[in-house]
């Protein structure tokens, strides 16, 4: 998939996820932006941002920081916690300085693209597995696990799984399930003992209060048997990958609960599920660290794994018009400005308090953040274009504060 596919991936997910966060601001009595889309702390608003305001100037530290040939391996550091893991395609793991943080830093690899339907599942039963064989063959060579992602997705379904003729639904349901059965069992087959996990099911909850499922195409053919169908493939082609589903927004509470009921749906019905997902694109304000505990708690009380799958903190917190039509937004930072400063400084110690949850929950056992360095972020283009440094380490690929505020509690931003 190339970089542009993946941009307007991810543009349609946070158009949906910014006006369900803004709802759940306006409900703590913030203004606008919060989970799963939004960024750091203030700044005036803007449909567009300037010039001045270049993603491609190195993301600077808050302060003087620790030489970097001192910085402790993150998988090592939380080896006795849970896998660090970082989100890359076969471009990624062949850069600088992308590579080398992958080789030091990674216990888990999740690949961004390539391990989805639309890149593999060229027609039905005929795959293109080789970017998606890059990258497993990349971990394999330094030890690192690999997480897949995603194995159902309504936005990275191709259109021949929904070929053929609709006038008689009972045998066109048939048919749309053999093909997804199909597609899960030779997937997983393909990969089995290489993965480690599966995300089986991507964001299908609604953001609509009053609706509980995602009102997509599998929706609309399946009802929720779907995801019945999708996690039972799985698990008769891999006894013993683990099987999660994954969404956005866990941390709002009224996301959360109509993802729980999903999830519980699920359990009653016996379906074969091991753990829970949670996304957690956030910015420096918001969440906060207990309504991020909060979400973890909840899926302890069902006896579930939690990964934490997508995580970074972006600089802005953004109206929900500005994901759905790029109006409304923060004005980009200027690159070597106080406010940068400030808030390279507020994403610090945002990372510190998550990563301390984190580390706190015995139920967490795997922290992505997507991506792996600040040079390559979707945040960089969306929802506009602007300096966003959402990651733990720079341009460069050096260690920035959040790095060393999440390895060292007696460091100062």
């Not at 080789?130 to 990258?135: N, R």
């Not at 696990?145 to 929904?162: C, D, E, I, K, M």
């Not at 995801?227 to 008769?236: G, H, K, M, N, V």
């Not at 009224?254 to 729980?260: D, E, L, P, S, T």
């Amino acid at each position: 998939m190339t970089q542009t596919t993946a941009h307007n991936r991810r543009r349609f997910l946070m158009g949906a996820t910014g006006a369900g966060a803004m709802l759940a601001t306006a409900a703590c009595g913030g203004g606008g932006g919060g989970g799963g889309s939004s960024g750091g702390g203030g700044g005036s608003s803007s449909s567009s941002s300037s010039a001045s305001s270049s993603s491609s100037s190195s993301s600077s530290s808050a302060g003087n920081l620790p030489d970097p040939a001192t910085a402790p391996a993150l998988k090592t550091f939380f080896n006795a916690k849970f896998k660090v893991g970082f989100t890359a395609d076969p471009t990624w793991i062949n850069d600088a300085p992308s590579q080398a943080i992958l080789i030091k830093h990674a216990g888990s690899i999740t690949a961004e693209n390539v391990m989805k339907a639309q890149t593999m599942g060229t027609s039905a039963g005929v795959y293109n597995y080789g970017p998606a064989d890059q990258v497993v063959t990349f971990a394999q060579a330094n030890n690192i696990a690999v997480r897949g992602h995603a194995l159902l997705w309504h936005q990275s379904t191709p259109a021949w799984f929904f070929a053929g003729d609709r006038s008689d639904m009972t045998a066109f349901r048939a048919l749309v399930r053999q093909r997804l059965e199909t597609y899960i069992t030779d997937v997983v087959t393909h990969f089995k003992g290489k993965v480690y996990a599966w995300d089986v099911v991507n964001e299908p909850t609604s953001d609509d209060a009053g609706s509980t499922y995602r009102n997509s195409e599998w929706y609309q053919i399946f009802g929720d048997s779907y995801l019945d169908i999708a996690f039972r493939a799985a698990r008769a082609a891999d006894p013993d990958v683990e099987l999660f589903i994954n969404d956005y927004s866990t941390e709002d509470p009224g996301k959360r609960a109509r993802y729980m009921t999903i999830i519980q749906t699920l359990l009653d019905r016996g379906v074969p599920i091991n753990g829970v997902g949670h996304q957690f694109h956030i910015s420096t304000t918001y969440p906060s660290a207990a309504q991020v505990q909060q979400a973890l708690i909840e899926v302890e009380a069902k006896n579930l794994i939690n990964h934490v799958t997508e995580l970074d903190v972006s600089f802005y917190t953004d109206p929900g018009s500005c994901f759905a039509n790029q109006t409304g937004c923060q004005t980009g930072l200027v690159a070597g400005s106080a406010a940068v400063t400030t808030t390279l400084r507020a994403q610090a110690l945002q990372y510190r308090a998550l990563y301390n949850v984190f580390a706190a929950r015995a139920s967490v056992k795997s922290v992505t953040t997507w991506g792996v360095a600040d040079n390559h972020s979707w945040l960089t283009t969306f929802p506009v274009t602007r300096l966003n440094q959402p990651l733990l380490f720079d341009t460069a690929g050096n260690p920035k504060s959040a790095f060393w505020a999440v390895v060292d509690p007696a460091f100062v931003p």
